[in-house]
C-alpha cells in the first residue's frame, strides 16, 4: 500500500513539475512573498500562449537577475527589441489575466 501511495505521489509531482514551464517555475523559485502555485501557474498560462519557448527561457532568467531585463531593454539590437515587445506583451496579459 505504501508503495502505491508513492508512486501516485510521484506521478503527481513529475506531472506537477513537468506541466510548469519555465517562467512557472521561475517565479516558484523567486523570494518574492506574493508568488503562488495559483498566480506562477496563471502566468506560465500566458507564457504559453504569447511567447516561444525560447523567450520563455530567456524572460525566466530576468527572475534571477532583474539587471539582465534592464540590459535588453536598452539594447540597440533589432533582435533584442522584438524580443522586449513581446515580452512588454506578455506581461500586459499576465497582469490583466492574473489579477487577484
Sequence with gaps: MK???????LTFLCATFADAGPIGAACM????????????GCIQQVAD?????????RAASFFANPDKAQQV???KSSNDNAFWQRYVSFGDAAAQTCQN
Excluded at 523559485?29 to 506562477?40: E, Q, Y
Design 3 to 9: 508503495m502505491i501511495l508513492f508512486a501516485l505521489a
Design 29 to 40: 523559485d523567486s523570494a518574492r512573498n506574493s508568488a503562488s502555485s495559483h498566480l506562477c
Design 49 to 57: 500562449k504569447i511567447l516561444p519557448s525560447a523567450d520563455q527561457r
Design 73 to 75: 531593454r536598452m539594447s
